[in-house]
């Protein structure tokens, strides 16, 4: 079945160092992949969609400087965390679509655990 | 009405129960509808997509309303591993099936505890 990796899945980083969470689609390719971030008890809060080979679409109140997305391949996309900040400490999932129209699901990496001291 | 609602929830219910779960959604274009669980600290993870005529999984049935805006989840016989947190989500895509347009909405979840 479809899997999508997420790397690092746990990681404690100090206040102003910069973070970067890959995803990868692993048996199949994606030209979009999403990011999310969850606070505890929240719902899942969509950051951004990635897409290959182009700028990402940033959803409202997300800053792109603070949260850098690279897609470079149809399988792997990267979310860097700039001068991650204690507020930043958050559950970040991706996700990556397969099939299409109708037809077409979202599957989810296991998520990245940020922890910003 | 919010994008994705649920009913709040928690549901504490013995093994054996049968449980509902029911969401509605009020973006009348949506086209797209799935039950996710989702355990403490895990990924979502896909349970059923929902189909027009109603779907069955086993134990899990999920039934979509269109006329209602209205989609719900039955779990018969209930497990402990059924103890999770339950996601309505809807593809935001407005009837647009050109690209991957849409991306998901999620609902808050309802929490599910199955007891012995």
């Known amino acids: 079945g479809a899997v999508v990796s997420q790397h690092p899945s746990r990681v404690i980083c100090k206040s102003g160092t910069s973070v970067k969470i890959e995803c990868r689609s692993l048996d199949f390719q994606a030209t979009t992949m999403f990011w999310y971030r969850q606070f505890p008890k929240k719902s899942l809060m969509l950051m951004a969609t990635s897409n290959e080979g182009s700028k990402a679409t940033y959803e409202q109140g997300v800053e792109k400087d603070k949260f850098l997305i690279n897609h470079a391949s149809l399988t792997l996309s990267t979310l860097t965390v700039t001068s991650a900040h204690p507020e930043d400490s958050s559950f970040y999932i991706c996700?990556?679509?397969?099939?299409?129209?109708?037809?077409?699901?979202?599957?989810f990496g296991p998520g990245t655990r940020l922890l910003v001291l | 009405r919010k994008e994705v609602e649920q009913d709040p929830g928690p549901f504490n219910v013995p093994e054996g129960a049968t449980v509902a779960f029911n969401c509605t959604y009020s973006n009348s274009a949506s086209q797209s509808f799935f039950w996710y669980r989702q355990d403490c600290r895990k990924e979502p993870k896909l349970l059923m997509s929902v189909y027009s005529s109603g779907n069955e999984d086993g134990r899990f049935t999920a039934q979509l309303n269109r006329a209602s805006q209205y989609i719900s989840l039955l779990i018969r016989d209930s497990k402990l591993s059924d103890s999770a947190t339950y996601l309505c989500v809807v593809n935001r895509q407005d009837g647009n099936y050109g690209g991957s347009q849409g991306n998901l909405i999620f609902g808050k979840g309802t929490k599910l505890s199955v007891k012995p």
């Open positions: 996700s990556a679509n397969l099939g299409a129209g109708i037809q077409e699901t979202q599957y």
